[in-house]
T-cell receptor, first 116, second 113 residues
Framework: GAVVSQHPSRVICKSGTSVKIECRSLDFQATTMFWYRQFPKQSLMLMATSNEGSKATYEQGVEKDKFLINHASLTLSTLTVTSAHPEDSSFYIC????????????FGPGTRLTVL | QQQVKQSPQSLIVQKGGISIINCAYENTAFDYFPWYQQFPGKGPALLIAIRPDVSEKKEGRFTISFNKSAKQFSLHIMDSQPGDSATYFCAASMGTSGSRLTFGEGTQLTVNP
């Protein structure tokens, strides 16, 4: 299957700081990427759809000014958690669909964010 | 109409047994139904997927059964192994490549040795 990477895998930061998470499609191009957050023992919750060359589409209830998304190239999307607070501590996962009409989506390994 | 309901929430199976996880959906526009396997601290991995033009798809020990009229689909894991212990998510999407996935709530599978 296609490979999606995320960096960093873990990050610990102080309350009030900003954290950037990168999502890369390593062996295919992705005009669209998705960002999810997952709390312990819960399902994945879609936060936003990242679109290459245009603004991201945010799900209802997700603050676009707090979770900044930039999809600058066909292989890279970034999620920046601004002014992070302890309640933002979560597992953040990105996914990217392959092209060709097969609808297959591949997920990154996730980023564990802990805000102190 | 966007929901996908998954059951059971947790499942314990003996080694060698069959694990069965069920999902039901409402939106008849869904046309792609994948299953993902997730280990603790890792991202979900695509396991197997089906489209509504077939009623069953098998890959190794994993089989999806699909009932279009009942709007239900299920994952069967034959000869379950301890290494299969993980959380399994069903999902559904519609349209062309890149469509957003709607996930079920997840099933935590434990296979005892």
């Amino acid at each position: 299957g296609a490979v999606v990477s995320q960096h960093p895998s873990r990050v610990i930061c102080k309350s009030g700081t900003s954290v950037k998470i990168e999502c890369r499609s390593l062996d295919f191009q992705a005009t669209t990427m998705f960002w999810y957050r997952q709390f312990p023992k819960q399902s994945l919750m879609l936060m936003a759809t990242s679109n290459e060359g245009s603004k991201a589409t945010y799900e209802q209830g997700v603050e676009k000014d707090k979770f900044l998304i930039n999809h600058a190239s066909l292989t890279l999307s970034t999620l920046t958690v601004t002014s992070a607070h302890p309640e933002d501590s979560s597992f953040y996962i990105c996914s990217a669909p392959t092209s060709g009409g097969r609808n297959e989506q591949f997920f990154g390994p996730g980023t564990r964010l802990t805000v102190l | 109409q966007q929901q996908v309901k998954q059951s059971p929430q947790s499942l314990i199976v003996q080694k060698g047994g069959i694990s069965i996880i069920n999902c039901a959906y409402e939106n008849t526009a869904f046309d792609y139904f994948p299953w993902y396997q997730q280990f603790p601290g890792k991202g979900p991995a695509l396991l197997i997927a089906i489209r509504p033009d077939v009623s069953e798809k098998k890959e190794g020990r994993f089989t999806i059964s699909f009932n279009k009229s009942a709007k239900q689909f299920s994952l069967h894991i034959m000869d379950s192994q301890p290494g299969d212990s993980a959380t399994y998510f069903c999902a559904a999407s519609m349209g062309t490549s890149g469509s957003r996935l709607t996930f079920g709530e997840g099933t935590q599978l434990t296979v005892n040795p």
